[in-house]
């Protein structure tokens, strides 16, 4: 085993990058005429889904700038493959808007704020999740009516939240990095000496009711009783069970697929965990639309019964796909892309789901695909962007830079990041002109999509 270099010696490098990639060089958004038809990517991406489900995809994204952004993870990866980068490395959400910033259950059920949605997580330039959050706060705020200089403000808070955090990572043993979190009663109790009254009550209300979205509400909500069986409930075309998708015996092989795929899963679990998911039994099996970029990716609500009809689990089977990122950032490690989701959420979050795994399946067309299995709800809560005032939403950023830093100094050279950052404003300046610029771009390639459903180039489903 060699010795790596010191942690002078990455701070050194760190600040030495400054001179190769100067930090207001962050600014830039160099769109040009080469720049790729947004419509054209995220056509390539339809081809590959579930086609009834795309139109529903388009519609999603057509209802504003904000949710065009959400769907748009493959425009962006392109975009920001154009943007300068230091070269130095860490694990990408890459998908790191603000809404994928939430509240979250440990094992140990204490209520986590941190990072959610790795679908697109690889090993990339730590500036491309910096950058896609910032750039979702402009959005965000644009649609909110936020003035320029109150956005300026919200995406500078993030920023500097980001660096300043990155700062003290820096400095910290590198256990104490990788047993960092941020528990949700500290983050509550920090927050409510800085928000008004309403703020806090809404704040209080949110993990009020993210404590009741677990498996126990899910249950109830989806499912129903027939015939002294419990079945989950259809509510096409977004929930539709196996029995109303496919004549019985395609839909006998695929139930019977979807039963291999949780079964088989539970290799990629730990020892213990396995253990518990083999207490349970798989009773019935429904499609689902989620999200919004991922409408029309195989998506599949298992519902597991233990000791009795009282006692439930519903997991979610989710196609992963290759990342949007791998074009630029190279490709994935991992030859499953089920596997690529799973071990970027673990390096990723403080503490992930105990059902998280993955699997590969051989559908009734014959073609392989890989999934990730998870709960389905286990304690989640959002912040509802529009719902933010200029207050709630600076404090919110502030979380969120401080989240991303967490994620990222536990894969990256965080002495390297932190040193390239250095105390002042510049990079916090730099991705405020940023955001304002590819904001605007975000909006011309929602307009695009607008005209291409107009003239009739792609079909899009009204939201229901």
Same mark, same amino acid.
């Given at each position: 085993?060699?010795?790596?270099?010191?942690?002078?010696?990455?701070?050194?490098?760190?600040?030495?990058?400054?001179?190769?990639?100067?930090?207001?060089?962050?600014?830039?958004?160099?769109?040009? &005429?080469?720049? *790729?038809?947004?419509?054209?990517?995220?056509?390539?991406?339809?081809?590959?889904?579930?086609?009834?489900?795309?139109?529903?995809?388009?519609?999603?994204?057509?209802?504003?700038?904000?949710?065009?952004?959400?769907?748009?993870?493959?425009? @962006?990866?392109?975009?920001?493959?154009?943007?300068?980068?230091?070269?130095?490395?860490?694990?990408?959400?890459?998908?790191?808007? +603000?809404?994928?910033?939430?509240?979250? *259950?440990?094992?140990?059920?204490?209520?986590?704020?941190?990072?959610?949605?790795?679908?697109?997580?690889?090993?990339?330039?730590?500036?491309?999740?910096?950058?896609?959050?910032?750039?979702?706060?402009?959005?965000?705020?644009?649609?909110?009516?936020?003035?320029?200089?109150?956005?300026?403000?919200?995406?500078?808070?993030?920023?500097?939240?980001?660096?300043?955090?990155?700062?003290?990572?820096?400095?910290?043993?590198?256990?104490?990095?990788?047993?960092?979190?941020?528990?949700?009663?500290?983050?509550?109790?920090?927050?409510?000496?800085? +928000?008004?009254?309403?703020?806090?009550?809404?704040?209080?209300?949110?993990?009020?009711?993210?404590?009741?979205?677990?498996?126990?509400?899910?249950?109830?909500?989806?499912?129903?009783?027939?015939?002294?069986?419990?079945?989950?409930?259809?509510?096409?075309?977004?929930?539709?069970?196996?029995?109303?998708? +496919?004549?019985?015996?395609?839909?006998?092989?695929?139930?019977?697929?979807?039963?291999?795929?949780?079964?088989?899963?539970?290799?990629?679990?730990?020892?213990?965990?396995?253990?518990?998911? /083999?207490?349970?039994?798989?009773? &019935?099996?429904?499609?689902?639309?989620?999200?919004?970029?991922?409408?029309?990716?195989?998506?599949?609500?298992?519902?597991?019964?233990?000791?009795?009809?009282?006692?439930?689990?519903?997991?979610?089977?989710?196609?992963? &796909?290759?990342?949007?990122?791998?074009?630029?950032?190279?490709?994935?490690?991992?030859?499953?892309?089920?596997?690529?989701?799973?071990?970027?959420?673990?390096?990723?979050?403080?503490?992930?789901?105990?059902?998280?795994?993955?699997?590969?399946?051989?559908?009734?067309?014959?073609?392989?695909?890989?999934?990730?299995?998870?709960?389905?709800?286990?304690?989640?809560?959002? @912040?509802?962007?529009? @719902?933010?005032?200029?207050?709630? @939403?600076?404090?919110?950023?502030?979380?969120?830079?401080?989240?991303? *830093?967490?994620?990222?100094?536990?894969?990256?050279?965080?002495?390297?990041?932190? *040193?390239?950052?250095?105390?002042?404003?510049?990079?916090?300046?730099?991705?405020?002109?940023?955001?304002?610029?590819?904001?605007?771009?975000?909006?011309?390639?929602?307009?695009?999509?607008?005209?291409?459903?107009? /003239?009739?180039?792609?079909?899009?489903?009204?939201?229901?």
């Amino acid at each position: 085993m060699t010795n790596g270099p010191t942690a002078q010696e990455r701070a050194e490098q760190g600040r030495a990058l400054r001179s190769e990639v100067p930090r207001s060089r962050h600014a830039e958004f160099p769109a040009t &005429d080469g720049r *790729a038809d947004p419509i054209d990517i995220i056509e390539r991406q339809s081809a590959l889904r579930v086609p009834e489900l795309v139109p529903i995809r388009y519609g999603r994204m057509l209802e504003s700038p904000f949710r065009f952004y959400r769907g748009a993870a493959a425009i @962006m990866a392109a975009d920001l493959a154009t943007t300068p980068s230091t070269g130095l490395r860490t694990q990408l959400c890459g998908d790191a808007h +603000l809404l994928n910033f939430r509240l979250l *259950a440990s094992p140990e059920r204490h209520l986590m704020f941190d990072l959610n949605d790795f679908d697109e997580t690889l090993p990339g330039p730590w500036e491309w999740d910096v950058k896609r959050l910032a750039a979702s706060f402009v959005i965000a705020g644009r649609g909110n009516g936020f003035s320029e200089s109150v956005r300026a403000d919200i995406v500078r808070a993030a920023c500097a939240s980001y660096r300043e955090r990155m700062r003290q990572y820096a400095d910290l043993r590198t256990l104490e990095v990788w047993y960092a979190h941020a528990d949700m009663a500290d983050v509550q109790a920090e927050e409510e000496q800085e +928000l008004g009254s309403r703020g806090r009550a809404g704040l209080s209300r949110i993990v009020a009711e993210a404590r009741t979205h677990d498996t126990v509400q899910a249950f109830r909500k989806l499912t129903r009783k027939s015939g002294g069986r419990v079945r989950i409930a259809a509510d096409p075309p977004l929930i539709v069970p196996l029995d109303d998708l +496919l004549p019985d015996a395609e839909r006998d092989e695929l139930e019977d697929q979807i039963r291999g795929v949780i079964q088989g899963y539970g290799h990629s679990l730990r020892s213990d965990h396995r253990r518990l998911l /083999e207490q349970y039994r798989v009773v &019935d099996v429904a499609r689902k639309v989620v999200g919004v970029g991922s409408v029309g990716t195989r998506c599949w609500i298992v519902l597991m019964l233990g000791k009795d009809p009282e006692d439930p689990l519903l997991l979610q089977a989710k196609e992963a &796909d290759d990342s949007v990122l791998a074009p630029y950032a190279g490709a994935s490690a991992h030859t499953n892309q089920g596997e690529r989701v799973v071990t970027g959420q673990r390096l990723m979050q403080a503490a992930s789901d105990i059902f998280l795994g993955w699997e590969r399946a051989t559908g009734i067309d014959g073609r392989q695909r890989d999934f990730y299995v998870r709960q389905l709800r286990d304690w989640k809560g959002i @912040m509802p962007a529009d @719902m933010m005032r200029p207050v709630g @939403m600076r404090r919110f950023a502030v979380r969120c830079g401080a989240t991303l *830093a967490r994620a990222h100094a536990r894969s990256g050279d965080r002495i390297a990041i932190a *040193a390239y950052l250095g105390r002042g404003t510049v990079f916090d300046e730099a991705l405020v002109r940023f955001a304002e610029r590819y904001a605007d771009q975000n909006e011309r390639d929602h307009q695009a999509l607008v005209e291409a459903v107009r /003239e009739g180039r792609v079909t899009a489903q009204p939201p229901g």
